[in-house]
């Protein structure tokens, strides 16, 4: 059993940066992989970026590449998103979610997940 607790969302101007963290309880979190995805106002649930067990490999969704960057710390059995250049449409509740296997971007994958912290990018 893996519990996880999203928190770092926030009201930030378009072109700023959050960092979202996910805290894991249970001595297992090194073996899962990890992902993030994210819910719009009215849309539905939707992948955002991945990363492995042990970091070596992640996956993010084309919107934004070369704007947010998942990473992990697994001493402190923790999941980070750093988002920056943020924009309007990245508005949204955030999840974290953890997945024994890798198919990153198919929601029922995952196995558990978090409440979600909300993101608000003003223009």
């Known amino acids: 059993q893996v519990q996880l607790v999203e928190s770092g969302g926030g009201l930030v101007q378009a072109g700023g940066s959050l960092r979202l963290s996910c805290a894991a309880s249970?001595?297992?979190?090194?073996?899962?992989?990890m992902g993030w995805f994210r819910r719009a106002p009215g849309k539905e649930r939707e992948f955002v970026a991945a990363i492995t067990w042990n970091g070596s490999s992640t996956h993010y969704r084309d919107s934004v590449k070369g704007r947010f960057t998942i990473s992990r710390d697994n001493a402190k059995n923790t999941v980070y998103l750093q988002m920056n250049s943020l924009k309007p449409e990245d508005t949204a509740v955030y999840y974290c979610a953890a997945d024994r296997g890798w198919v990153p971007e198919l929601i029922y994958e995952y196995d558990y997940w978090g409440q979600g912290t909300r993101v608000t990018v003003s223009s």
């Open positions: 249970g001595r297992t979190f090194s073996s899962y992989n």
